[in-house]
C-alpha cells in the first residue's frame, strides 16, 4: 500500500495539529490537575484515529488493469449512482449515455483513465459544492472536463471530476494531445466526490445502479 503524492501535504499539516493539540493537553495535564490524564488519553486516541483515517483517505492501491479497446473501465472507487440517457451540453451537444460514480470519503480518490487513446480536450471549471449525489453537480459544481479519443475504436470518451460538499480541490494532470493509457491515473478528489462518464449510446452497459466498482479494474461498459 502506498500514500498518494496529493496526500504529502495534508498529512504533513495534520501531523503539525495533532502535536499541538497533545502538547497542549499534555502541559494541562502536568500543571493544572490530575483528572486530565483521561484528557490526554482520548486526546491521543483521537488524533490516532484521525491520523489514520487521512492516511487512509490517501491510500493509492496498486490495480491490475487489463487492457482492452474495447472496454470502458471504472475511472474511480465507488458507488454507481446515475445510469440514464442524457444530453451533454459541453463536448459532444448530443445524447449519451451518463454512468456516475459516486465517492465516499472512505473510498481510495484516484482517478484513473477509463480508456487509452490521445486526450482531446481538457477544461476546468470553477463552481460550487454541493453534494456530489445532487442532480445539478455535474452542471453547476467546481469541475474538471476531459475527452479521450481512442483511435482504434474511433470513439472518444468524455469524463468529468466533480467536487463534492466537502471536495474542495480538484486534481488533474491531463493535457491536451497528450497520450493516455487506460488505468493510469489522470488525478485526484479530495474528501468526497463523484466523477461521470458520458459513453456512446450503442454502448453496452456492464454494471448495475448501486453497484460498488473498483478504478482500474471494473469493467463499466463495452464498446
Given at each position: 500500500?502506498?500514500?498518494?503524492?496529493?496526500?504529502?501535504?495534508?498529512?504533513?499539516?495534520?501531523?503539525?495539529?495533532?502535536?499541538?493539540?497533545?502538547?497542549?493537553?499534555?502541559?494541562?495535564?502536568?500543571?493544572?490537575?490530575?483528572?486530565?490524564?483521561?484528557?490526554?488519553?482520548?486526546?491521543?486516541?483521537?488524533?490516532a484515529d484521525l491520523f489514520?483515517?487521512?492516511?487512509?483517505?490517501?491510500?493509492?492501491?496498486?490495480?491490475?488493469?487489463?487492457?482492452?479497446?474495447?472496454?470502458?473501465?471504472?475511472?474511480?472507487?465507488?458507488?454507481?449512482?446515475?445510469?440514464?440517457?442524457?444530453?451533454?451540453?459541453?463536448?459532444?451537444?448530443?445524447?449519451?449515455?451518463?454512468?456516475?460514480?459516486?465517492?465516499?470519503?472512505?473510498?481510495?480518490?484516484?482517478?484513473?483513465?477509463?480508456?487509452?487513446?490521445?486526450?482531446?480536450?481538457?477544461?476546468?471549471?470553477?463552481?460550487?459544492?454541493?453534494?456530489?449525489?445532487?442532480?445539478?453537480?455535474?452542471?453547476?459544481?467546481?469541475?474538471?472536463?476531459?475527452?479521450?479519443?481512442?483511435?482504434?475504436?474511433?470513439?472518444?470518451?468524455?469524463?468529468?471530476?466533480?467536487?463534492?460538499?466537502?471536495?474542495r480541490r480538484i486534481v488533474?494532470?491531463?493535457?491536451?494531445?497528450?497520450?493516455?493509457?487506460?488505468?493510469?491515473?489522470?488525478?485526484?478528489?479530495?474528501?468526497?466526490?463523484?466523477?461521470?462518464?458520458?459513453?456512446?449510446?450503442?454502448?453496452?452497459?456492464?454494471?448495475?445502479?448501486?453497484?460498488?466498482?473498483?478504478?482500474?479494474?471494473?469493467?463499466?461498459?463495452?464498446?
Amino acid at each position: 500500500m502506498y500514500i498518494h503524492k496529493e496526500g504529502y501535504p495534508t498529512i504533513l499539516i495534520t501531523i503539525c495539529f495533532l502535536a499541538v493539540v497533545n502538547a497542549i493537553v499534555f502541559y494541562c495535564t502536568d500543571f493544572v490537575s490530575e483528572a486530565l490524564p483521561v484528557a490526554l488519553i482520548v486526546s491521543l486516541v483521537i488524533s490516532a484515529d484521525l491520523f489514520v483515517f487521512i492516511l487512509s483517505f490517501f491510500r493509492n492501491p496498486k490495480r491490475n488493469t487489463t487492457l482492452n479497446d474495447d472496454h470502458i473501465i471504472a475511472p474511480a472507487d465507488g458507488k454507481v449512482v446515475v445510469i440514464e440517457e442524457v444530453e451533454e451540453p459541453e463536448y459532444f451537444k448530443d445524447k449519451r449515455i451518463q454512468v456516475s460514480i459516486f465517492m465516499s470519503p472512505l473510498n481510495v480518490h484516484v482517478n484513473r483513465y477509463p480508456i487509452s487513446g490521445t486526450v482531446d480536450y481538457v477544461k476546468y471549471h470553477p463552481g460550487l459544492y454541493l453534494v456530489a449525489w445532487h442532480p445539478k453537480s455535474s452542471t453547476e459544481n467546481e469541475r474538471t472536463t476531459i475527452v479521450v479519443k481512442n483511435q482504434k475504436k474511433n470513439v472518444s470518451i468524455l469524463f468529468r471530476q466533480i467536487a463534492g460538499a466537502l471536495a474542495r480541490r480538484i486534481v488533474y494532470y491531463s493535457k491536451p494531445f497528450e497520450m493516455a493509457q487506460q488505468g493510469e491515473q489522470f488525478g485526484f478528489i479530495k474528501f468526497g466526490s463523484r466523477v461521470d462518464l458520458f459513453l456512446p449510446l450503442d454502448a453496452k452497459i456492464n454494471v448495475k445502479l448501486n453497484e460498488v466498482v473498483r478504478g482500474g479494474e471494473t469493467v463499466i461498459a463495452k464498446i
